[in-house]
């Protein structure tokens, strides 16, 4: 499956950002999805995990209530809804799939495809 991620851009802390993660070749639904980041000189760190139809979600702990993961198999696309932000959100955001069950979702090590990235930067 390709994945191309987009929607970042510069937004103001407090503001508002969604991210989406377009798929193709593969049929979507058979794909958990899952959205990471990376800041500069930083590794990569888990954002948040949806399972094949969206039923089941996970976030980061640090993330949760100010980002949403949802997804559109109709529309074979994931979203990362992001509010509040903060200039320690500014990185650049990747998602991810797998098709098969994982032991740690939180692994980017477990995903199979990646997109190719999008940045998001927050200005205080």
């Known amino acids: 499956v390709q994945l191309q991620a987009c929607g970042g851009g510069l937004v103001q802390a407090g503001g508002s950002l969604r991210l989406s993660c377009a798929a193709s070749?593969?049929?979507?639904?058979?794909?958990?999805m899952g959205w990471f980041r990376q800041a500069p000189g930083k590794e990569r760190e888990f954002v948040a995990h949806?399972?094949?139809?969206?039923?089941?979600?996970y976030y980061a702990d640090s993330l949760k209530g100010r980002f949403t993961i949802s997804r559109d198999n109709a529309k074979n696309t994931a979203y990362l809804q992001m509010n509040s932000l903060k200039p320690e959100d500014t990185a650049v955001y990747y998602c991810?799939?797998?098709?098969?069950?994982?032991?740690?979702?939180?692994?980017?090590?477990?995903?199979?495809?990646w997109g190719q990235g999008t940045l998001v930067t927050v200005s205080s």
């Open positions: 070749g593969r049929t979507f639904s058979n794909y958990r």
């Open positions: 991810a799939a797998v098709s098969r069950s994982i032991a740690n979702y939180m692994f980017p090590r477990e995903y199979e495809y």
């Open positions: 949806i399972s094949w139809r969206g039923a089941t979600t």
